[in-house]
Structures are given as C-alpha cells and as structure tokens.
T-cell receptor
Framework: DAGVTQSPTHLIKTRGQQVTLRCSPKSGHDTVSWYQQALGQGPQFIFQYYEEEERQRGNFPDRFSGHQFPNYSSELNVNALLLGDSALYLC??????????????FGPGTRLTVL | GQQLNQSPQSMFIQEGEDVSMNCTSSSIFNTWLWYKQDPGEGPVLLIALYKAGELTSNGRLTAQFGITRKDSFLNISASIPSDVGIYFCAGLPNTGNQFYFGTGTSLTVIP
C-alpha cells in the first residue's frame, strides 16, 4: 500500500520563475491538501482539492494555484517566485467528506529553494 | 485565522522519563491530530481524536481530546532516543475543511 508520494524531492529556482510540484495520494484517498512549511514553523494550509475542485483555500495569494486529476493526484503551481516562497511544500491526503476518519497523511515534501 | 498554541516549545529530557505536551485553541475543534516530524521529512500521523473526552493510545503514546474541545494533550511514556523530533498538533474546526497546526514542541531525549 503506497503512501503519499511527492516529486521532485528538491528544487532550486530563481526569483520570478514558475514551479510545479506533484503529489500522488495514499491509495484509497480522494482528497489532497497542500501546505507550506517554513523553517522552524508548523505547516500552513494553502488549499484543498476534492473531486477535481478547490474546496477551501488558506491565506495565500493567487500566485499559488493547483489542480487535481481524475486519478486524484494533484499539482501545486507557484508563479512569479519570491525569495519568501522558499520552504518545504507538503502534500497530505485524506478521505473526502462523510467518508470516514479525517486523519491526514503527509508525503515527504518537496524542498523549494528560491535564489 | 485560528491560532493553536503548543507548549512547551522545547523539552530536554532523560531517556526513560515521561513527556507531556499540550495544545490549546481559542475556538472549538471537532478533530485533533498529533504528528511527529523528523528533520527534512513530512509529518507522520501518530494519533487522531474525534470526540470530546476521547483518550486514545498508540504504544507508549497517549492523547486526549479535551472536554472543552479547545485543547488536546499528548503524553509519551518511558521516552527513548528515537522519540526525538518535533511534535505538532493539528485541529479541524466546526466549519470548513482546513486543519490548523500548532507551533510545535521540539523534543530532545538525552541517553
């Protein structure tokens, strides 16, 4: 039973560039949430996808966008990168509403460095 | 947004000692989760709590969902070196689908 997988593991970009991060949820899960974790802080919620739609969004600018595919995998896109976007980006998967326990399972994360 | 306060911020304990940490919120939560995170890795789910007053164990770990629904507690008994890491609480409020995370408790176990 594969857990949550994310790619790539590490990424280095320069200011102004665009980046795409990918996530495959745990087998049987249909909901994907994305988080940004700065060094020394707890994860901050970016948004959540269910049934290929964004269900909820945290306090992040429109430069952060996402997509969910029919196989439940998801992408996080960040445009016009800023130095402050450097962080560990985490994907978490869970079951959709009303389908059972709401525990979220995290992937290993993608470490993004913006120079 | 919701604020979750975790305490203590850090702990240095001797191997074999018991550990207690807690998480408080200004709002009512429906679900509490406890995670452990090692450096450079994603958080690993330890315990999930779904009902006020619920007490759940996972090996040497025990967590409780506070009666007021505004707090949760995690205890680790007989600590061992591999317990080292950062422990996060996360809560799901009454409305919405967003989990809010605490600030983390850094645990160091001295052999």
């Amino acid at each position: 039973d594969a857990g949550v997988t994310q790619s790539p593991t590490h990424l280095i970009k320069t200011r102004g560039q665009q980046v795409t991060l990918r996530c495959s949820p745990k087998s049987g899960h249909d909901t994907v949430s994305w988080y940004q974790q700065a060094l020394g802080q707890g994860p901050q919620f970016i948004f959540q996808y269910y049934e290929e739609e964004e269900r909820q969004r945290g306090n992040f600018p429109d430069r952060f966008s996402g997509h969910q595919f029919p196989n439940y995998s998801s992408e996080l896109n960040v445009n016009a990168l800023l130095l402050g976007d450097s962080a560990l980006y985490l994907c978490a998967s869970s079951l959709g509403p009303g389908q059972g326990p709401f525990g979220q399972f995290f992937g290993p994360g993608t470490r993004l460095t913006v120079l | 947004g919701q604020q979750l306060n975790q305490s203590p911020q850090s702990m240095f304990i001797q191997e074999g000692e018991d550990v207690s940490m807690n998480c408080t919120s200004s709002s009512i939560f429906n679900t509490w989760l406890w995670y452990k995170q090692d450096p450079g890795e994603g958080p690993v789910l330890l315990i999930a709590l779904y009902k006020a007053g619920e007490l759940t164990s996972n090996g040497r770990l025990t967590a409780q969902f506070g009666i007021t629904r505004k707090d949760s507690f995690l205890n680790i008994s007989a600590s061992i070196p591999s317990d080292v890491g950062i422990y996060f609480c996360a809560g799901l409020p009454n409305t919405g689908n967003q989990f809010y995370f605490g600030t983390g408790t850094s645990l160091t176990v001295i052999p």
